[in-house]
Nanobody, 126 residues
Framework: QVQLVESGGGLVQAGGSLRLSCAASGRTFSMYTKAWFRQAPGQEREFVAAISWSGGTTYYADSVKGRFTISRDNPKNTHYLQMNSLKPEDTAVYYC???????????????????WGQGTQVTVSS
Protein backbone atom coordinates (compact mmCIF):
# COMPACT_ATOMS: atom_id res chain seq x y z
CA GLN A 1 0.00 0.00 0.00
CA VAL A 2 1.44 3.33 -1.13
CA GLN A 3 -0.06 6.49 0.24
CA LEU A 4 0.76 10.18 -0.22
CA VAL A 5 -0.79 12.82 2.00
CA GLU A 6 -0.52 16.57 1.42
CA SER A 7 -0.69 19.20 4.10
CA GLY A 8 -0.05 22.91 4.51
CA GLY A 9 -2.72 24.41 2.31
CA GLY A 10 -4.87 27.30 3.39
CA LEU A 11 -5.94 30.86 2.76
CA VAL A 12 -3.30 33.52 2.21
CA GLN A 13 -3.21 37.07 0.86
CA ALA A 14 -1.55 37.86 -2.43
CA GLY A 15 2.18 38.25 -1.91
CA GLY A 16 2.21 35.83 0.97
CA SER A 17 3.78 32.40 1.33
CA LEU A 18 2.79 28.84 2.07
CA ARG A 19 4.78 25.65 2.46
CA LEU A 20 3.15 22.42 1.35
CA SER A 21 4.31 19.02 2.53
CA CYS A 22 3.72 15.57 1.09
CA ALA A 23 4.31 12.61 3.37
CA ALA A 24 4.66 9.15 1.86
CA SER A 25 4.01 5.83 3.54
CA GLY A 26 3.88 2.16 2.59
CA ARG A 27 7.21 2.12 0.75
CA THR A 28 10.54 3.82 0.76
CA PHE A 29 10.35 6.61 -1.79
CA SER A 30 14.05 7.46 -1.95
CA MET A 31 14.35 6.42 -5.60
CA TYR A 32 11.10 7.97 -6.76
CA THR A 33 10.79 11.16 -8.72
CA LYS A 34 8.37 13.44 -6.93
CA ALA A 35 6.24 16.33 -8.08
CA TRP A 36 3.47 18.80 -7.47
CA PHE A 37 0.49 19.45 -9.70
CA ARG A 38 -2.46 21.75 -9.25
CA GLN A 39 -6.01 22.00 -10.49
CA ALA A 40 -8.14 25.12 -10.45
CA PRO A 41 -11.94 24.95 -10.66
CA GLY A 42 -13.05 24.05 -14.17
CA GLN A 43 -9.46 23.53 -15.32
CA GLU A 44 -7.34 20.52 -16.11
CA ARG A 45 -4.67 19.41 -13.72
CA GLU A 46 -1.39 21.14 -14.54
CA PHE A 47 2.23 20.57 -13.70
CA VAL A 48 3.87 22.78 -11.10
CA ALA A 49 7.26 21.32 -10.12
CA ALA A 50 9.23 18.07 -10.04
CA ILE A 51 12.38 16.80 -8.36
CA SER A 52 14.59 13.84 -9.22
CA TRP A 53 15.60 11.01 -6.87
CA SER A 54 18.69 12.74 -5.58
CA GLY A 55 17.24 16.22 -5.60
CA GLY A 56 19.90 17.22 -8.10
CA THR A 57 17.46 18.01 -10.87
CA THR A 58 14.39 20.19 -10.53
CA TYR A 59 11.89 21.36 -13.10
CA TYR A 60 9.29 24.10 -12.81
CA ALA A 61 6.36 25.34 -14.78
CA ASP A 62 7.07 28.75 -16.28
CA SER A 63 4.24 30.25 -14.26
CA VAL A 64 5.96 29.50 -10.93
CA LYS A 65 9.65 29.86 -11.74
CA GLY A 66 11.38 32.15 -9.31
CA ARG A 67 8.52 31.94 -6.83
CA PHE A 68 8.14 28.26 -5.93
CA THR A 69 10.80 25.82 -4.74
CA ILE A 70 10.46 22.05 -4.62
CA SER A 71 12.61 20.06 -2.22
CA ARG A 72 12.74 16.61 -0.64
CA ASP A 73 13.86 14.88 2.51
CA ASN A 74 14.31 11.24 1.60
CA PRO A 75 14.87 9.91 5.14
CA LYS A 76 11.50 11.42 6.05
CA ASN A 77 9.83 10.23 2.83
CA THR A 78 8.56 13.75 2.40
CA HIS A 79 8.72 16.37 -0.29
CA TYR A 80 7.82 20.02 -0.11
CA LEU A 81 6.68 22.98 -2.12
CA GLN A 82 7.67 26.38 -0.81
CA MET A 83 5.41 28.94 -2.44
CA ASN A 84 6.37 32.60 -2.23
CA SER A 85 4.92 35.74 -3.80
CA LEU A 86 1.60 34.01 -4.21
CA LYS A 87 -0.89 35.33 -6.72
CA PRO A 88 -4.66 34.86 -6.94
CA GLU A 89 -4.09 32.76 -10.05
CA ASP A 90 -2.20 30.26 -7.89
CA THR A 91 -5.50 29.35 -6.26
CA ALA A 92 -6.07 25.64 -6.82
CA VAL A 93 -6.10 22.24 -5.24
CA TYR A 94 -2.49 21.12 -5.05
CA TYR A 95 -1.63 17.46 -5.47
CA CYS A 96 1.61 15.71 -4.72
CA UNK A 97 2.72 12.82 -6.88
CA UNK A 98 5.47 10.23 -7.17
CA UNK A 99 6.79 7.76 -9.73
CA UNK A 100 9.59 5.23 -9.88
CA UNK A 101 11.77 5.97 -12.90
CA UNK A 102 14.72 4.04 -14.30
CA UNK A 103 16.94 7.11 -14.24
CA UNK A 104 17.36 9.97 -11.83
CA UNK A 105 15.41 12.70 -13.56
CA UNK A 106 12.44 14.98 -13.22
CA UNK A 107 9.37 14.75 -15.41
CA UNK A 108 6.49 17.14 -15.94
CA UNK A 109 4.23 14.62 -17.65
CA UNK A 110 1.12 13.96 -15.59
CA UNK A 111 0.67 10.48 -17.05
CA UNK A 112 4.12 9.44 -15.81
CA UNK A 113 3.04 9.60 -12.19
CA UNK A 114 1.63 6.53 -10.48
CA UNK A 115 0.96 7.71 -6.94
CA TRP A 116 -1.11 10.70 -5.93
CA GLY A 117 -2.19 12.47 -2.81
CA GLN A 118 -5.74 13.56 -2.12
CA GLY A 119 -5.02 17.24 -2.63
CA THR A 120 -4.82 20.30 -0.42
CA GLN A 121 -6.60 23.57 -1.12
CA VAL A 122 -4.59 26.74 -1.61
CA THR A 123 -6.58 29.95 -1.86
CA VAL A 124 -4.89 33.28 -2.54
CA SER A 125 -6.98 36.39 -1.98
CA SER A 126 -6.43 39.62 -3.88
Amino acid sequence: QVQLVESGGGLVQAGGSLRLSCAASGRTFSMYTKAWFRQAPGQEREFVAAISWSGGTTYYADSVKGRFTISRDNPKNTHYLQMNSLKPEDTAVYYCAAVRLVIDRATSRLADYDYWGQGTQVTVSS
